[in-house]
């Protein structure tokens, strides 16, 4: 393959992750040392920067402060929750990105995102492909929820997983404190995809976590949960629960669903407010105190707790995905191969097609989700405590985390 | 004084903290190893254990794992929310008590908790006194909410405040992710005292926390909040607030109040509720996409996040009561007197009456809080800062924390 020199642009899009900022540091760092890149761009809050002619000349920022993205949560460069238009439909927004493309000679597109991103990703690959424009684009995964397609697992779910295992263990100390007993919900992110809620076993597996776990991939029933919850407080006195926010009845309903109407760009109903239903739900049938705990945004930016293992594969998903690009691969996402025989854990980049990706949920085996429906199998336990692995370094000032500051120079020409 | 030999009881009481179980192991270390001291036990659920003749055997525990509740969080022993009565009412329960002591020769009586558990273990040491059995009786302070009087501070409010800074600055980040901004409302608990929802400014000196923070030292206005969410949201396209639970109007009622009409042991309404409420208003007001966080047990549990500082001094407050207890003084909390010249910190022993201590609650000084009460002064920044120093060497086993495990060995005789 003949080497394609250009510029590229990377962009973040869709919800952030603890080391979503790692990733893109893998591509940014990659490229600014490629002799093929011209320039490297940011663009602002994604593909909506590009359309906006909005980007970062990322080679004015200092490069101490690039490297602390490492271990910044959220995305740094910004990110949207845009939907690309079918363009056999309406390709206005592909020829305006065509042009910016044109305008900058850029030749590597760069997009770090979960299902939708990658959705967006592969429709500017098509289209780019289509209409003839030489340009290598490359998905870099990324997402808490941990369901994107052919890949091991996803840059930011371990650090989630590992925020939601260690905060279980410390509310399952707290909440049973007192010498009258309480129920406690914990209320976990993922709404078709229930991995998150799935990691609070790990606080089980390390004898301080849930009695019983409710993922969306099995059905919820309302009156057994009750049933449940009251036999285990009679026998144990309190009980605990991890239920993810995507829980349905049979018939499809959300659980959450009457509590709010509110939609996304995306049109996915905007859930919350799981916990202290549930818990009010529980406390009119055994009588007991009870605590919604929401984790809410705080599991996907705990970057203080962030495992090593994510925050250095999140790096080399981005670095793969240039190296690659480079050496003339496109169309195709940065997954991961990983092996765990005999307990030793190794992980390896695969490159997948983007096709394929875009736009299909991995779910959590059923055969890891045990008979009864309330809890999980030893087979994610061995698959997941790999993963959350490893304690960073994390740069610290007066004890409180030291963020990367970026300038931020726009490109202007 | 003369040396006077006996059994010790340590019992905790109230809401747990992070560090708590580093005071007890302060009380437990100290007594275990001084002769005056024949036995060591451990009240399960504080003062409800003495009356239910429920006390553990501490010498029976592996001295590893009593070493490990430096880094435990919430109340190892159980903790409980029992009022004593007006002993010149009903002294059943005193009566009680003191045959415990007498049962097993306690004569030293350490009580770990806050403001009410200061007024138990007073009312206690006053009913011996006046019945004439000689117990040494001091208290060990903890609450989160650093509302004792007397004490620079309280053991606990320093790992709290670390964990809502931290996560306020994280939160910050991810809060303000998206092209389209979102108004953003963190609830941190403080029923009356604003000590915890004042160390989210500890976020926004570092660059990256609330815009705005309300504390229940000063009347809440719904129509000025709103006006000034709105303006921020308008002029930054983004507005965090940080807010304590027990906000309230100028005619007293808590802003809380309609959500919820439950209370607890002491008559103190429970709170909850509030951030979905201001979100709810927020986004009436502006439009904006809102979320509301309440970060629950989750602040008062996270030891992850806890204070080398805070560990070290809840360690040595139950050391000084043991220590001072076999020297002859009773009567007594350990209280903190501090000084900050300098920018040097340092933290001595300072034993304060129990009769001042107990039910006195300390507020956060008006000079701290800004003119238009929506925000922290300096002062408060100078006064905090040194207590959240500190990074803990936290055990862990698979990444994971590695908690204390007791045996919990019931004496029985």
């Known amino acids: 393959m003949s080497e394609l020199k250009g510029a590229c642009i990377v962009g973040q899009s869709g919800g952030p992750t603890s080391v979503i900022n790692s990733s893109v540091y893998g591509v940014i760092d990659t490229a600014l040392k490629n002799p093929a890149i011209t320039r490297v761009f940011g663009a602002e809050h994604g593909i909506v920067g590009v359309l906006n002619d909005r980007l970062f000349d990322m080679s004015a920022e200092d490069p101490k402060e690039l490297e602390l993205l490492k271990y910044t949560p959220s995305s740094a460069l910004g990110s949207c929750r845009y939907k690309m238009k079918d363009p056999d439909v309406d390709d206005t927004d592909y020829k305006r990105i065509l042009e910016i493309f044109k305008k900058y000679d850029v030749r590597y597109f760069f997009y770090n995102g979960g299902n939708d991103s990658m959705d967006t990703c592969n429709k500017i690959s098509k289209y780019m492909q289509k209409v003839g424009y030489e340009c290598r684009v490359m998905g870099v995964p ?6 994107l397609f052919g890949t091991d697992h996803c840059p930011g779910f371990a650090s989630a997983a590992k925020y ?7 509310v399952y100390q707290d909440a049973r404190v007192y010498d009258t007993g309480i129920v406690c919900i914990v209320e976990i992110m993922g709404r078709h995809a229930g991995w998150l809620a799935a990691a609070a076993a790990l606080a089980t597996y390390k004898g301080a976590g849930p009695d019983l776990i409710y993922l ?45 109407s509110a939609t996304d760009g995306f049109g996915h109903a905007q859930l919350g407010g799981l916990a202290a239903l549930l818990a009010n739900a529980a406390k009119e049938r055994t009588g007991a105190k009870v605590r919604g705990i929401e984790l809410s945004l705080l599991q996907r930016c705990g970057a203080h707790l962030a495992s090593k293992t994510d925050i250095e594969e999140s790096y080399m998903s981005g670095a793969e995905a240039v190296k690659n690009a480079v050496a003339g691969v496109t169309d195709k996402m940065v997954g991961f191969k990983c092996t765990r025989e005999g307990g030793k854990y190794t992980c390896k980049p695969e490159l997948l097609n983007l096709t394929d990706v875009a ?41 409180l985390p030291r963020f990367a500051r970026l300038k931020k120079v726009i490109v202007k020409e």
């Open 359 to 399: 736009n299909t949920e991995k779910k959590v085996p059923l055969e890891w989700i045990n008979k009864t429906h309330d809890g999980i199998e030893q087979g994610f336990i061995d698959y997941a405590l790999p993963l959350i692995q490893g304690e960073p370094d994390l740069p610290k000032e007066d004890s």
């Open 216 to 260: 969306p991939e099995v059905d919820f029933d309302m009156e057994q949960f009750l049933t449940d919850v009251e036999r285990i407080y009679k026998e144990k006195g309190n009980c605990m629960v991890a239920v993810s926010e995507g829980i349905h009845y049979a018939d499809g309903r959300f659980v959450s669903e009457a509590k709010t």
């Open 164 to 170: 939601i295992a260690t905060s279980c263990m410390e």
């Open 142 to 147: 990324k997402t808490i929820d941990n369901d």
